[in-house]
Nanobody, 127 residues
Framework: QVQLVESGGGLVQAGGSLRLSCAASGRTFSRYSMGWFRQAPGKDREFVAAITRSGGSTYYADSVKGRFTISRDNVKNTVYLQMNSLKPEDTAVYYC????????????????????WGQGTQVTVSS
């Protein structure tokens, strides 16, 4: 089992940047693929980005491709989401999640394939 704690959210102007972090407990972090999801008010939670166990492959939603970068440090047991060129429509609660299932885009983009979730961190982008 793994416990996840996000940090780094906040208020930023459009065009600005933020870096989210997700710290994982335990000594088995490298066994988990990691994902970032977000949920805006009144909307369903949606996939943002994912990274495989080794960090060798990354996947992104079309809406963030070219602006967001997911990375991980398996020594520090942490996954990051660097968010650049932020837009008001990026405003949401951002969640990190962990899974030890199949490492494909189709599985890593499905929230229901992730059994472990953090509590979320709020990101607000002002126009």
């Amino acid at each position: 089992q793994v416990q996840l704690v996000e940090s780094g959210g906040g208020l930023v102007q459009a065009g600005g940047s933020l870096r989210l972090s997700c710290a994982a407990s335990g000594r088995t972090f490298s066994r988990y693929s990691m994902g970032w999801f977000r949920q805006a008010p009144g909307k369903d939670r949606e996939f943002v980005a994912a990274i495989t166990r080794s960090g060798g492959s990354t996947y992104y939603a079309d809406s963030v491709k070219g602006r967001f970068t997911i990375s991980r440090d398996n020594v520090k047991n942490t996954v990051y989401l660097q968010m650049n060129s932020l837009k008001p429509e990026d405003t949401a609660v951002y969640y990190c999640a962990a899974t030890n299932g199949w490492e494909t885009m189709s599985t890593l983009s499905r929230q229901y394939d992730y059994p472990y979730w953090g509590q979320g961190t709020q990101v607000t982008v002002s126009s």
